[in-house]
């Protein structure tokens, strides 16, 4: 079946520190892929997201490029800010219109940014 | 817009107790799905529903269940609670289906309902 898989966390880091949380899938055909992030008691909200091969998300800094041949999907961001400790989520949907609404997460990496 | 909404927010119930969590989804999603969320076991898939049927299924036991309406608001019940059921409850909409838009598998998320059984 699908899975994703993330670095384990937590991450520290300090303001204005390189980003990187790794993130790996296993799917059949071309799942579309997914970054959210969820803030300290709120739901999960969409940070980037990319539909298909070489295709990049970028939101708020944050980018992310869909490689197909190392079946990857890794969040990163040049410059993080206190306001960036999250904990973060990649997430594929195999095919949407077969498949519907049907999300697969990987564990979530805690982000932590101090001052 | 308003985005997606869930009640209660926050809950107690006790062991053997059933409850109901509601969901409104953002106006003209017509899909709504369930996930539950847990330290231990991550987000994981409950259900999804789309023109009031159930489509998807994930692997929880028949004490989980939902159901959705003609104006596409959804809740789920847990009926004889356990201590393992705490956990935060999310629903989230897509426009899957909508005329017009593209189905990329985006997801938009409530705030959740946080469940804890005692």
């Known amino acids: 079946g699908d899975s994703v898989t993330q670095m384990e966390g937590p991450v520290t880091l300090s303001e204005e520190a390189f980003l990187t949380i790794n993130c790996t899938y296993t799917a059949t055909g071309y799942p579309s892929l997914f970054w959210y992030v969820q803030y300290p008691g709120e739901g999960l909200q969409l940070l980037l997201k990319a539909t298909k091969a070489d295709d990049k998300g970028s939101n708020k800094g944050f980018e992310a490029t869909y490689r197909k041949e190392t079946t990857s999907f890794h969040l990163e961001k040049g410059s993080v800010q206190v306001s960036d400790s999250a904990v973060y989520f990649c997430a594929l949907n195999q095919a949407p219109e077969t498949s519907g609404s049907r999300l697969t997460f990987g564990e979530g990496t805690q982000l932590t940014v101090n001052p | 817009k308003a985005g997606v909404t869930q009640t209660p927010r926050y809950l107690i119930k006790t062991r053997g107790q059933q409850v109901t969590l509601s969901c409104s989804p953002i106006?003209?999603?017509?899909?709504v799905s369930w996930y539950q969320q847990t330290p231990g076991q991550g987000l994981q898939f409950l259900f999804e529903?789309?023109?009031?049927?159930?489509?998807n299924k994930g692997n929880f036991p028949g004490r989980f269940s939902g159901r959705q309406f003609s104006n596409s608001r959804s809740e789920m019940n847990v009926s004889t609670l356990e201590l393992g059921d705490s956990a935060l409850y999310l629903c989230?909409?897509?426009?899957?289906?909508?005329?017009?838009?593209?189905?990329?598998?985006?997801?938009?998320f409530g705030e959740g309902s946080r469940l804890t059984v005692l």
């Open positions: 529903y789309f023109s009031e049927t159930q489509r």
């Open positions: 989230a909409s897509t426009s899957l289906g909508l005329a017009g838009t593209k189905d990329t598998g985006e997801l938009f």
């Open positions: 106006s003209g999603h017509r899909s």
